[in-house]
């Protein structure tokens, strides 16, 4: 199944979706299609997917059309949000972040992904960079078929990665895909630092050969170089409780500007890690992190940059799944190779030195 957003949501008309389909692409649909299925396979918010045959090469694929007006709809939502954000930046003392930025940041992503032609072109970097791995699969975009409206791509067999029972009677284990999901997700925020920001169950499938399928790249963000060396340093600032290290990390990841002093974070950083890592960092899950260091840092004049949102939401989805599948799941332990590998093997200085520590 091919799937575009979590939720199934109401259906535009199909001979609207055809009608753009001809319109688009300069030729009628049963020159361009041997099949088309009569329905959508699923439908999302900003469009919706049919499944259907080239006519040229019995190729199966899978087609996204936009829904008709969504840029409209959309530019009016973001105008009263943007509104209400600039509200709550003057009168609510207690956020430190700029809200307005973050809404900004958000938009222009939406607006992204309203441009399949953009989509395409993240898909085909995204296989670049990850699909190296035996174990990763990206699909294939048929550029001829495909327009700023109008997405071709190759058919994808899979089933979401939340439907547990069903992967599993398919022979394979759920755990494995959602690791293979942690793996490429660190490399793509940690190593390339071009990063899918939308990986919920639907837009993640195992295939029957069992490989992990993304689908769905028209949300995408990059963590900036200097962040990722500094998020892997920060980790291990954090095995080791250097709670010192761990409060200059967040001038390199732009959480605070640098005439902001951090000696009064340290004893604050201290009680939240003493009393979180009863037995290792290993046994905390991401979202205990997250909400901990959330609660300690709203009290400093800090800022969450718009890619750091990203990919808090990014990962906390990942873990959610993981969790979903075994309530004991460690990403951080999961993780460890990875962090491991890169700092025994990278020669960029701040991670030698992290190394050393």
């Known amino acids: ?44 918010s900003l469009g919706q997917v049919y499944k259907a045959q080239l006519k040229y090469s019995g190729q199966v694929v899978a087609v996204k059309v936009q829904r008709p007006g969504i840029e409209e709809a959309i530019g009016q939502d973001f105008y009263l949000i ?42 085909r970097k995204f296989k670049k960079l990850y699909a190296d791995k035996e174990d990763v699969l990206v699909p294939d975009i048929f550029w001829n078929y495909s327009s700023g409206k109008v ?9 979401k990665l939340n439907e547990i029972d069903a992967i599993e009677r398919q ?20 190593e390339y630092g071009y990063f899918h920001a939308d990986p919920h169950p639907g837009n993640l499938l195992a295939t029957p050969e069992g490989k992990l399928a993304f689908l769905d790249f028209g949300m995408m963000s ?13 980790v291990v600032h954090m095995v080791n409780r250097d709670y010192e290290a761990m409060a200059r990390d967040y001038y390199a990841l732009d959480f605070l500007s640098p005439d902001v002093d951090v000696s009064p974070i340290v004893p604050a950083l201290q009680n939240f890690f003493d009393d979180a890592l009863n037995s290792t ?51 951080l332990a999961a993780s460890y190779p990875y962090f491991a590998k890169r700092l025994l093997t990278d020669s960029n200085p701040y991670l030698r030195d992290a190394l050393i520590e």
């Open 1 to 44: 199944m091919f799937m575009i957003d979590q939720d199934a949501l109401p259906t535009f008309p199909d001979a609207e979706a055809f009608s753009c389909i001809e319109k688009e692409l300069g030729l009628p649909l049963d020159s361009i299609y041997s099949s088309i299925s009569a329905s959508p396979i699923a439908a999302a």
């Open 82 to 123: 943007r509104g209400l954000g600039f509200l709550i930046n003057k009168y609510v003392d207690i956020i430190s972040s700029d809200v307005v930025a973050l809404i900004d940041e958000f938009a222009r992503r939406v607006y992204q992904e309203l441009n399949y032609v953009q989509e395409g072109q993240n898909a």
């Open 151 to 159: 997405l071709t791509m190759e058919w994808v067999e899979g089933v």
């Open 171 to 190: 022979g394979l284990k759920v755990l494995d895909l959602v690791n293979t999901g942690i793996q490429c997700s660190l490399r793509q925020l940690l």
């Open 222 to 234: 990059e963590t900036p170089e200097e962040a990722r060396f500094a998020i892997i340093g920060h």
């Open 281 to 331: 960092v290993s046994e905390l899950n991401f979202k205990t992190i997250v909400d901990g260091l959330g609660a300690v840092l709203y009290q400093y004049p800090f800022n969450v940059p718009a890619y750091y949102a990203l990919i808090l939401r990014s990962l906390t989805v990942l873990e959610g799944l993981a969790l979903y599948a075994d309530p004991n799941f460690k990403v």
